[in-house]
């Protein structure tokens, strides 16, 4: 994650469940010398193997049905072995349901959170939401403008994206304080927004 850039096109999922390329936005968080500690969820087939924040939302079934849009992301957290992730295959345009059989944590140093126009990417070959500790359908409706700002003016766009240096951007790091406030605790990821 850490060699995502701005502009780039990585693999993400429509809301229709079609795997396809979407636009980098923004990163919404990139702090390169951070030690934070990590979920890693692991499969019993295929070996795929995800490392995300406890925070971080990923998309998780509890039974080994295909993916569709009506299925909603969950907190890593939250996850449970038994449940199956949802991952890419090199050769098909859709999501395969994989079993999770580990779930433990590390520490590593760095923390990349980029942004798809979709709201999606796909890491490591899993399917997971480009949000952290929001609800994934709020934080997609919040960063609206951010989409429709590139729509309308990509030279306006391109330099409020870029204003960032290491930590959160500033437009999270804006809405965060301002809807930590009044977010009720069903929206908001047990521990609270992180900044």
């Keep these: 994650m850490d060699e995502v ?4 096109k990585v693999l993400s999922v429509n809301e229709a469940g079609e795997t396809i390329y ?4 923004m990163m919404l968080d990139k702090k390169s010398n951070t030690r934070q500690t990590y979920h890693v969820i692991e499969t019993e087939d295929y070996g795929y ?3 995300v924040s406890r925070g971080h939302l990923v998309y998780v079934s509890s039974s080994n049905w295909t993916f569709d849009s ?3 992301p969950v907190y890593a957290g939250d996850v449970h072995v038994g449940q199956y992730l949802y991952t890419a295959s090199d050769n098909s ?5 994989v079993k999770i ?4 944590t590390m520490v590593d140093e760095g923390v990349f959170a980029p942004l798809t126009a979709e709201g999606t990417i796909i890491v490591d070959d899993v399917l997971t939401s480009c949000y952290a500790m929001v609800d994934h359908d709020l934080a997609h409706f919040a960063f609206a ?4 700002l590139k729509h309308i003016s990509i030279n306006l766009w391109s330099t409020m994206a870029a204003m960032q240096s290491d930590g959160v951007h500033w437009y999270p790091n ?4 301002i809807a930590g406030q009044f977010l009720s605790d069903s929206w908001v990821y047990e521990g609270g927004i992180l900044v």
């Design 70 to 72: 009506s299925v909603k």
């Design 5 to 8: 850039e701005i502009g780039d």
């Design 93 to 97: 345009d859709t999501l395969r349901p």
């Design 49 to 51: 193997r995800l490392i």
């Design 145 to 148: 403008p951010v989409r429709l």
């Design 22 to 25: 979407s636009d980098v936005i």
């Design 101 to 104: 059989t580990r779930i433990s």
């Design 174 to 177: 804006f809405l965060f304080n």
